[in-house]
C-alpha cells in the first residue's frame, strides 16, 4: 500500500522529526567546555606568557590532550566529571599520550587557557625525566643534572611570578606529585643530582627570566617529535 501525504502534512511531520533528532543530539551532547580558548587578558597590561595559543594548542595536539578526550575513570558514566583515583602509585594512561590520566584531567578541568594546560604537559614531562633519575644505575652526566635542576627551579619560579599577576594560577606540581611515594621520589632524586653539582665546580645561578625555560621546553619537545618522525 501506497500512502500519500499532502504536501503542507509532509512539511510539518519532517519538521517535527527534525526537531526531535536536533533536541536529541544537543542533549547528548556534552554542555561543559573545558579549555576556553579566548579567556581575558591577563592584568598589569597583559603579561606575555612562555607560550602563545598556536604554540600551546601545537604541544597540545602533539601529546593528544584534549577537551574533548578527558580521561575518565574506569567504570565511570561518559559524560561524569569525577575525580580519577589518586590513593596509589599506579600509572594510568588510558588515552596513552604519556601523560597520567589523573594529572591531564586535572589540567584540562582547572585551568582555561590552553596555554597554562601545555604549561602543565611540558613540566610534566621534565618531572618524568627528574623522576626517572631515582632509578637510573648509569652514570648521570653532569650537563644532565644541571639541566634538570636549573629546570627545576625555573619552572617554579615562573608559576610564583605569574600567581603575582593572575591569582587564578595554581602550580600543578602537588598534582604531579600527589601521593608520599612520589614526593619521596622526588626528593630522593633531587638530592641524588644535587650530590652530582656538589663534586663538581660549577654553580646554580638563578635565570632573570625563568618562565622562557617553557619556551626551551617546548622548542625541544617539538624537535625531538618531527625528528624522529
Not at 584531567?105 to 604549561?119: D, F, G, H, I, S
Not at 627570566?209 to 624537535?223: G, V
Request: hydrophobic share 40%; aromatic share 8%.
Amino acid at each position: 500500500m501506497r500512502l500519500l501525504f499532502p504536501s503542507d502534512r509532509f512539511l510539518f511531520c519532517f519538521s517535527i522529526i527534525m526537531m526531535v533528532l536536533v533536541t536529541g543530539s544537543v542533549l547528548a551532547s556534552p554542555s561543559k567546555t573545558v579549555i576556553k580558548l579566548s579567556p581575558q587578558p591577563l592584568t598589569q597590561h597583559t603579561v606575555e606568557l612562555p607560550l602563545n595559543e598556536y604554540h600551546a594548542l601545537a604541544i597540545l595536539a602533539l601529546k593528544k590532550v584534549s577537551s574533548s578526550q578527558v580521561p575518565r575513570p574506569y567504570n565511570a558514566p561518559l559524560h561524569s566529571f569525577t575525580a580519577l583515583p589518586t590513593n596509589n602509585d599506579q600509572l594510568i594512561d588510558i588515552n596513552n599520550n604519556n601523560v597520567r590520566d589523573d594529572y591531564e584531567r586535572l589540567l584540562l578541568t582547572q585551568y582555561k587557557r590552553p596555554e597554562y594546560v601545555a604549561m602543565g604537559v611540558l613540566a610534566a614531562a621534565h618531572w618524568d625525566r627528574l623522576a626517572a633519575t631515582h632509578t637510573q644505575k648509569d652514570r648521570i652526566p653532569l650537563i644532565t643534572a644541571v639541566t634538570l635542576i636549573t629546570n627545576n627551579i625555573a619552572i617554579n619560579q615562573c608559576y610564583y611570578s605569574l600567581q603575582q599577576i593572575d591569582n587564578t594560577l595554581v602550580s600543578p606540581i602537588l598534582h604531579y606529585f600527589n601521593t608520599e611515594q612520589r614526593i619521596v621520589i622526588k626528593q630522593q632524586s633531587e638530592e641524588k643530582l644535587l650530590r652530582i653539582i656538589a663534586l663538581s665546580p660549577f654553580s646554580i645561578t638563578f635565570d632573570p627570566q625563568p618562565c622562557q625555560r617553557f619556551t626551551l621546553l617546548a622548542e625541544s619537545m617539538l624537535q625531538t617529535t618531527f625528528s624522529a618522525n
